[in-house]
């Protein structure tokens, strides 16, 4: 895992391998930067009104966050939440190649478990987490490491902290406090 949580690619460049499975998370600004990245999967998980000192308009720092799908094939996969309007919008703005996924497709909470297309998943009192979107984040993990054929190991989430400097919502008496 390296990127805009704090860690700089570089610094894992010799433990690196073809069968090396690398986590980014990218802002905008490194996105610009990219120009021959192709990433097997690309997630947006939303879009904000960020960053428009530089970028002056919503479109422009838009469609810098849709540059996740650039040099993306036919084999690659592009997840969204399709919920999103503004994702939903500038979906059609930017061609793509990969194939879209909308991460909220095939999931439910029945007392307290998160099922995937019907297959229990997890038990959400094992998520330490907070607030919809890290269950969004949740999802998320779940779609990729289907993708992956990778099982969710469910100890990791009990114990799981948000990151240094990423929101978390606190619920108090009824009100959410960010």
């Known amino acids: 895992m390296a990127g805009n ?21 990218l802002s905008s600004f490194h996105l610009d930067d990219f120009v021959d990245m192709k ?7 939303n879009i904000c009104n960020n960053h428009l000192d530089f970028y002056k308009t919503k479109q422009r720092y838009y469609l810098s966050k849709f540059k996740l799908t650039n040099n993306q094939n036919k084999s690659d996969y ?6 999103d309007r503004i994702t939903k919008k500038y979906i059609n703005h930017k061609p793509y190649n990969s194939k879209l996924i909308d991460y909220q497709l095939g999931f439910k909470i029945n007392d307290n478990i998160l099922y995937y297309y019907n297959k229990k998943v997890v038990n959400l009192n094992y ?4 607030g919809e979107h890290n269950l969004d984040n949740l999802k998320c993990v779940i779609v990729i490491l289907s993708l992956l054929k990778i099982d969710l190991d469910i100890n990791s989430l009990k114990n799981f902290k948000t990151l240094r400097y990423h929101l978390e919502e606190l619920l108090i008496n009824d009100n959410i406090v960010i």
């Open 5 to 25: 949580i704090g860690d700089p690619l570089i610094n894992y460049l010799d433990i690196i391998n073809k069968d090396t499975i690398i986590i980014l998370e």
């Open 127 to 130: 998520y330490s987490l907070i």
């Open 39 to 45: 990433l097997d999967i690309a997630l947006l998980t």
């Open 78 to 83: 592009f997840i969204v939440n399709l919920n």
